[in-house]
């Protein structure tokens, strides 16, 4: 057993526990526990974005594929997606918290006057994140296994119990602190290990020219990526990334884990500033982690499980400290997003599927409780499948949610049987074509990837439903009551310093565009 | 090309940003602009 790691870990553990404890104290009533009693700051919720976003998948999965030749599709994805921070904070979630709801679901059921239409959005939620959420929990236990060499289902149960714990007692108020916290956590620990990687293989602008220099390893920098890894040509890689950019990009708009954050806001510019931070801080974090791991082929070129790549490099390449803090982060990033689906998951069951019972805060913790139960299960018995499983989620949400959400607010002739055929037609054809992907092993061509088909079909499902049906009175009416501003929002000073905010986006992706250029491009095309 | 990769995130990005700026100057504007309206009967 690796001590000092494990050490490191339970310690950490220990913080977030501990401060889950102190924060259920001012858990005082509902909105308290399900969405932090609608005051968070902009701190809080950017921070939750980040950390219910950042998981093992990136530390794992984009890493993995960085160093195994695709960092350029990667990176590009990754960067491209988080546009969606700004169109679903300004397009949808202002609407989202004016509805004063307390769930995503909650909100359709308002918006189309539907029961069916919260039905099918609880049922694809609670399935989702609940798959998502096993896909995590693996991870995590991959990862603690892996560095500490304590028995995986030890491993699995002891993060389970700890973001249960934290999750159950403390609500979305807990999860909020605790996700602002790791959050920093795992930032802070990805900016010193690609400092200290790059420094271990020659220095940051050294390791990129050895890289490009060397004709084995230049394609793990190039544009096209190296070919054969993912697609046989570089305009094939590139579309791949384009096309889940797009589908990550409205998970970062539309996804549960993620703009239910906004209903935690205490008021509409907090949500539209809080894109900002979570645009910088996963593009820088996804940015390090990519080609952090592409530098460990100049240390070693031949890792077997390339998983693993950003645990052997904290292991072997870092000072032992900050290779613990690496690890912490890491795991801290896991247990951050568990938290935020446990969250969710209790507050849809409670919200959404037993909406009549009176005790709602009892009913989220048994239903978390019982959750966290089949999670454990269901991840001991079934073999480690995380990146699958999380891209599953992913592809789900932006086939089935996405169209609905944004024309929901931007749509006065989407009526509610237009929007419920959508997103069933979106969730069961991204759901088949995924399963019979995996299930036959066939890789579908780039042009038929599961959520672009999906997303593509919920629109046409969108269009016809709500052509042969009319909108209803209720339908209209609850339409224009998400566009009626707030008093609260209306003061001048508050709407100009968030259109300057919104101002600033504009030159931060012209910066992130340069950041890039000078600490990729440049550097690679002068040594090629 | 990288370069042009790098240029396309910073334009994907900007552009976002400049949508949700006049989304926003459409919606919040109207309701300065009312007061505005206001004053000047006043």
Redesign the interface.
């Known amino acids: 057993m690796n001590d000092i790691y494990f050490i490191g870990m339970c310690i950490s553990m220990l913080i977030y526990i501990a401060i889950g404890v102190m924060v259920s104290r001012k858990v005082k009533n509902i909105d308290d526990y399900y969405v932090a009693g609608r005051h968070a700051p902009t701190f809080l919720i950017s921070g939750s974005l980040i950390a219910s976003y950042v998981g093992v998948a990136l530390f794992m999965g984009d890493a993995a594929e960085s160093y195994g030749g695709i960092f350029?599709p990667i990176v590009?994805l990754a960067?491209?997606q988080?546009?969606g921070y700004?169109?679903g904070?300004?397009?949808f979630g202002r609407y989202l918290r004016r509805s004063g709801v307390m769930t995503i679901p909650e909100f359709f059921n308002k918006r189309f006057a539907s029961k069916p239409m919260k039905v099918i959005a609880a049922t694809t939620a609670i399935i989702t994140m609940s798959v998502y959420l096993i896909s995590i929990v693996q991870g995590i236990g991959t990862l603690m296994n892996t560095v500490t060499g304590v028995d995986y289902k030890i491993c699995v149960t002891l993060a389970l119990v700890v973001f249960t714990f934290i999750t159950v007692l403390s609500g979305s108020r807990g999860v909020l602190i605790t996700d602002t916290l790791m959050a920093s956590v795992f930032t802070l620990a990805m900016i010193l290990a690609a400092l200290f990687i790059s420094h271990r293989t020659g220095g940051w602008f050294n390791s990129i020219e050895k890289i490009a220099s060397n004709p084995d390893m230049s394609s793990l920098l190039?544009?096209?990526g190296k070919l054969g890894v993912l697609y046989d040509s570089?305009a094939e890689n590139?579309f791949w990334a384009f096309i889940y950019g797009i589908v990550w990009m409205s998970v970062c708009m539309v996804g549960p884990w993620q703009c239910s954050r906004y209903l935690m806001a205490k008021d509409e510019s907090t949500v539209?500033k809080s894109a900002v931070p979570a645009?910088i801080g996963i593009a820088l974090i996804e940015f390090l982690a990519c080609i952090a791991a592409v530098f460990v082929n100049l240390e070693n070129p031949n890792l077997e499980d390339t998983s693993k790549v950003m645990i052997w490099a904290s292991m072997n390449m870092m000072p032992k400290i900050l290779g613990v803090i690496l690890m912490t982060g890491i795991l801290a990033a896991g247990i951050s997003s568990a938290t935020t689906f446990l969250s969710l998951v209790g507050a849809s069951v409670a919200n959404d599927v037993l909406v009549n019972k009176k005790n709602k805060i009892a009913i989220g913790r048994v239903t978390m409780v019982i959750v966290s139960a089949i999670v454990l299960c269901l991840t001991l018995t079934n073999p480690p499948q995380i990146f699958w499983i999380a891209y599953l989620g992913g592809s789900i949400v932006s086939a089935s949610w996405m169209p609905v959400a944004l024309a929901s607010i931007l749509s006065k002739r989407l009526t509610k049987t237009g929007a419920f055929w959508g997103m069933l037609v979106g969730f069961v054809t991204c759901f088949s074509l995924k399963l019979y992907s995996n299930l036959t092993g066939i890789t579908l061509p780039v042009y038929l990837e599961p959520s672009f088909v999906g997303m593509i079909l919920n629109c046409i499902a969108m269009i016809i439903g709500s052509v042969l049906t009319k909108v209803t009175v209720e339908e209209k009416q609850a339409r224009e009551m998400l566009?009626i501003?707030p008093d609260g929002e209306?003061n001048?000073d508050s709407?100009k310093k968030?259109?300057n905010v919104?101002?600033?986006?504009?030159?931060?992706?012209?910066?992130?565009?340069?950041f890039?250029?000078v600490f990729?491009?440049y550097p690679?095309?002068r040594a090629l | 090309?990288?370069?042009?990769?790098?240029?396309f995130?910073?334009?994907?990005?900007?552009?976002?940003?400049?949508?949700?700026?006049y989304?926003?100057?459409k919606?919040?504007s109207s309701?300065?602009d009312t007061?505005k309206d206001k004053e000047n009967k006043q």
């Open positions: 350029s590009f960067i491209m988080t546009a700004i169109i904070a300004v397009f190039s544009w096209s570089g590139i539209v645009v566009f501003v209306k001048p709407v968030t259109l919104v101002k600033c986006m504009a030159i931060i992706g012209l910066i992130i565009a340069a890039l250029i990729w491009v690679y095309m | 090309m990288e370069i042009v990769l790098c240029v995130l910073g334009l994907w990005i900007s552009g976002a940003g400049i949508l949700a700026y989304w926003i100057k919606e919040m309701y300065i007061n």
